[in-house]
């Protein structure tokens, strides 16, 4: 069974830095691009960033201006979303997604940027 | 950016009924290697979001055949041809052409 199980989120002051990680099982990890994907409160979706199978590449979203940095670890299975510098408007729920284009996705981790 | 705009975005349909969901991009989605990448995701309350349908008209694996996906270049369309009370929550079309890739504001389904 397909499984990505997302951690890290938490409560976190403006300014202050947080890293979500996904742990993925049930499928070759290193086979599929992966990417993040975020939803605030209430609101749409938004996606944040993708990476290659071999980290080799990566793309984000331009309104987070280098503040976060997407990375993995294919011998832990693993996603990392490393997050620098936040802002209230990072307040979401964070989803962790197979596949360039998201067709799996994890059930999500919330960070919440406030004082 | 590529703008995604959905209609309508809300939508009460009677169960059995049938039911339409209209997607339009601000620019075309062929890729470069002749795919289309429109998705749509659904979003039932409380859960994250699930792919039904991939590159506009792709029913992904243990998707009921009452969804289908049509359309091309900048216009799309999601059906249900009769809806059932697990369809209810909110369905978004996405494009995975252009980066960053984007979503749609999202129609909410619900009974009537």
């Known amino acids: 069974e397909v499984q990505l199980v997302e951690s890290g989120g938490d409560l976190v002051q403006p300014g202050g830095s947080l890293r979500l990680s996904c742990a993925a099982s049930?499928?070759?990890?290193?086979?599929?691009?992966m990417g993040w994907v975020r939803q605030a409160p209430g609101k749409g979706l938004e996606w944040v960033a993708n990476?290659?199978?071999?980290?080799?590449?990566?793309y984000y979203v331009d309104s987070l201006k280098g503040r976060f940095t997407i990375s993995r670890d294919n011998a832990k299975d693993s996603l990392y979303l490393q997050m620098n510098s936040l802002r209230a408007e990072d307040t979401a729920v964070y989803y962790c997604?197979?596949?360039?284009?998201?067709?799996?996705w994890g059930q999500g981790t919330l960070v919440t940027v406030s004082s | 950016d590529v703008v995604m705009t959905q209609s309508p975005l809300s939508l009460p349909v009677t169960l059995g009924q049938p039911a339409s969901i209209s997607c339009r991009s601000s620019?075309?989605?062929?890729?470069?290697?002749?795919?289309?990448?429109l998705n749509w995701f659904q979003q039932r309350p409380g859960q994250s979001p699930r792919r039904l349908i991939s590159?506009?008209?792709n029913r992904d694996s243990g998707v009921p055949d009452r969804f289908s996906g049509s359309g091309s270049g900048t216009d799309f369309t999601l059906k249900i041809s009769r809806v059932e009370a697990e369809d209810v929550g909110i369905y978004y079309c996405?494009?995975?052409?252009?980066?960053?890739?984007?979503f749609g504001q999202g129609t909410k389904l619900d009974i009537k």
């Open positions: 990476i290659k199978q071999d980290g080799s590449e990566k």
């Open positions: 996405m494009q995975g052409t252009h980066w960053p890739y984007t």
């Open positions: 620019q075309s989605l062929v890729y470069s290697d002749g795919n289309t990448y």
């Open positions: 997604a197979r596949g360039a284009r998201g067709n799996f």
């Open positions: 590159k506009v008209s």
């Open positions: 049930g499928f070759t990890f290193n086979s599929y691009w």
